[in-house]
Nanobody, 126 residues
C-alpha cells in the first residue's frame, strides 16, 4: 500500500516556475514506477511524465517536454515535478500516481496506476 500527498502548487505568472512534490508513505515506494498527471476543468486527465523505480527511465508528454522535469529521491520517498516556462494552459489540478507492482515499467496510461494523491492546484496567470 502506498499513500501519496502532493504539495507545491499555487498561483504563478506566465513564464514562471513551480516545483511540485509528492511524498509517499508505504514500503514499496522505492520499487514503484511513478507518474505525474493533470486535469483541467472539463478535460480528461492528461499524462505529463513518468519515471521508473530507479530513475533510469523517464518519459514526457510532448506538451511538457523541455519545460518539465520529473525526478525522485527514494531516500526521501519523494517524487518531484519541476515546471518551468509555465503557460496559462498549464492551469490544472496536478496529481502524482504510483504503480502497485514491484519494478513495473513506467507508463503514460493512467489506468496502469493504482495509487493517486489528492491533487494540488496550479494556476498560471497571463
Amino acid at each position: 500500500q502506498v499513500q501519496l500527498v502532493e504539495s507545491g502548487g499555487g498561483l504563478v505568472q506566465a513564464g514562471g516556475s513551480l516545483r511540485l512534490s509528492c511524498a509517499a508513505s508505504g514500503r514499496s515506494f522505492s520499487s514503484s514506477a511513478m507518474g505525474w498527471f493533470r486535469q483541467a476543468p472539463g478535460k480528461e486527465r492528461e499524462f505529463l511524465a513518468t519515471i521508473s523505480w530507479g530513475g533510469s527511465s523517464i518519459y514526457y508528454a510532448d506538451s511538457v517536454k523541455g519545460r518539465f522535469t520529473i525526478s525522485r529521491d527514494n531516500a526521501k520517498n519523494t517524487v518531484y515535478l519541476q515546471m518551468n516556462s509555465l503557460k496559462p494552459e498549464d492551469t490544472a489540478v496536478y496529481y502524482c500516481a504510483a504503480r502497485r507492482g514491484t519494478y513495473y515499467s513506467p507508463t503514460y496510461n493512467p489506468n496502469d496506476y493504482d495509487y493517486w494523491g489528492q491533487g494540488t492546484q496550479v494556476t498560471v496567470s497571463s
